[in-house]
């Protein structure tokens, strides 16, 4: 059931969240699907409702930058740099773990992903739970994450016992993972916060999953069921994202600027998606490091099926 977040709602939501039910969760970035994080059915339940392979982590979300310690073993100062710098906020940190963290959770890895999101609602929902809470986005396998409450999926829906609706998610894509654990940091999944704000940050080099392998990275994800193309310029008659003005109304206008483009996006797929279309053209925005999230998550919604 989606509910207008509300204190009643939330404190409804946290309940739910001490007996082990999954709740939708608003944040800055997407949707999620929230579980008491120390709760191992609870986790558990939430990779069967995605449909999600056991071997991809979860993120564990939390309320304060101090309970960082709380869920990871060693917090380097780097962490705690980047953790005062960008939380509340879409960064997601990998660091050993704490052995509270279960093995559900880190699919078996010695690590921990954590982040705090900046989302009011998730915010207020943290403080009222007093829980870690594991949050997946809240898609099937695979599928376009959503970015507002309606495009959460009816399959997804029916295993929550509550969703918060927060609104229009103001980031849209997820946030970026940075790998603290190893001799340099890595970036494990693109997103706002850039390679070049966290090098800065950091004054350190910063790597690319490029070089590193991320658990749980597939070449396809993101994706509507409408098969997804790239090109450079949409034909008057194609359906699909443009940044010039549309032609019909199969074409959605995107912004010039990443960050409202990345706004945007997942909730203009789904629109399309709806529309019994044979195809969505995208047209492919710049190869500059601004746009490094947006094209990442574009080539993956392009891939043709597994
Ligand atoms: O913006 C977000 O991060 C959203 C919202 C709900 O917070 N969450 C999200 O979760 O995108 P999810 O489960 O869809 O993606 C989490 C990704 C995993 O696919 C994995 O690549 C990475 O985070 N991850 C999680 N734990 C990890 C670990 N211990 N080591 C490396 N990567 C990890
Ligand atoms: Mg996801």
Redesign the pocket.
């Known amino acids: 059931m989606i509910v207008k977040s509300s204190a009643e709602a939330i404190d409804r939501a946290a309940e739910a969240l001490s007996k082990g039910l999954l709740v939708g969760m608003p ?1 800055e ?4 699907i929230a579980a008491n994080a120390l709760d191992q059915r609870a986790v558990r339940a939430t990779f069967t409702l995605k449909g999600r392979p056991l071997d ?4 564990v ?1 939390l309320g304060a930058v101090e309970d960082l310690a709380s869920v990871a073993s060693e917090v380097p100062s780097s962490a705690w740099l980047l953790a005062e710098r960008f939380w509340p906020g ?1 960064l ?1 940190l ?1 660091l050993p773990k704490r052995t509270e963290i279960s093995n559900e959770v ?1 699919a078996g ?1 010695a ?3 954590v ?1 705090v ?1 900046s989302h009011p609602v998730a915010l207020a929902l943290l403080k009222a739970a007093h829980l870690p809470i594991s ?3 809240a898609n099937t396998f695979m599928g376009l ?1 959503p970015t507002r409450a309606q495009d959460i999926s009816s399959e997804i829906e029916a295993g929550l016992a509550i969703t918060l609706d927060g609104g229009p998610c103001s980031v849209g894509i ?2 970026t ?1 940075l ?1 603290l654990s190893g001799s340099e940091p890595a970036i ?2 693109p997103g706002l916060i850039s390679q070049r704000q966290l090098a800065e940050a950091l004054g350190v080099p910063v790597v690319t999953s490029d070089q590193r392998k ?4 597939y070449p396809k994800h993101y994706s509507p069921r409408t098969p997804v193309r790239l090109a450079a310029h949409l034909e008057p008659n194609d359906a699909g994202l443009t940044f010039l003005a549309s032609t019909s109304e199969n074409q959605i206008h995107m912004s010039g600027n990443p960050a409202e483009y990345a706004a945007k996006l997942f909730g203009a797929l789904a629109e399309l998606d709806k529309r019994n279309l044979t195809e969505i053209v995208v047209e492919i925005p710049p190869q500059t490091d601004e746009w490094v999230a947006v094209n990442d998550r574009l080539a993956k919604a392009s891939r043709s099926r597994l």
Do not use: F, K, Q
């Open positions: 944040t970035t997407v949707y999620g991809n982590p979860l993120i979300h879409p997601t990998v880190t890895l690590t921990v992903a982040r999101p949050a997946p986005s994450s997820e946030s993972v790998d494990l999944r991320a658990p749980g990275m």
